[in-house]
Each structure stands twice: as structure tokens, then as C-alpha cells.
């Protein structure tokens, strides 16, 4: 499986894509009540550009860690990965993950 049909697949097929958004975009929020005085405010886009970034970087630890089990096999990898997955109940671990997780 290549890195962007497993990022597709984990926004698609785990709910822990949308915690993770929601958490983190709250975060942002927080940060960005605090900014005052010499510090602009963030505007909505540039928030959703480091929520963006900061999955983008959640997407590549996960990516990683599978790939160092299983690589990128020529053929079949996409199945040869979701079978891993399964194996690994990937989707439930990754979901609780998300829900633990505390963003500063």
C-alpha cells in the first residue's frame, strides 16, 4: 500500500480520523484564544492548515511503523496490507489511540 491510499483508507475506514481532526482543531482553538497582544490570531484557514500538517505527520508515524512489517510489496500489497491490518485489529488500536490522545 502506498502512503496516500493509506492515509484515504484510515480517513475512510476509522473513526479515529475524525477525534483526531476534532481534538486538534479544538487545540488550535485553545492556543489561539491565548494569543494576544504582540502575537496575531491565527485565521481559521491557517488552523486548519496545522491540523492538516499535524495529521499528515500522525498518517506518516502509523505509515511507518506498518511498513517496517510488512514494506511495499510490488504485488497485491494493498490486500497484503489490509490482511495485516485485520491481523493486527489496526483499526480498534488506532481508534483508541485517538480517543487517549491529548493534544497540548
Known sequence: MQHQEFKEWLEQNTRGYEIF?????????EK????????????????????????NDVVKNAYEQI?????????????????????INFVEGFDDSMAELEIP
Open 21 to 29: 481532526i476534532t481534538k486538534a482543531m479544538e487545540s488550535r482553538k
Open 32 to 55: 489561539n484564544k491565548k494569543r494576544n497582544g504582540k502575537t496575531k490570531k491565527w485565521t481559521d484557514r491557517q488552523m486548519k492548515r496545522q491540523v492538516e500538517g499535524m495529521w
Open 67 to 87: 511498513k517496517s512489517h510488512k514494506g511495499v510489496p510490488r504485488f497485491n500489497g494493498y490486500q497484503i496490507w489490509l490482511d495485516f491490518l485485520a491481523e
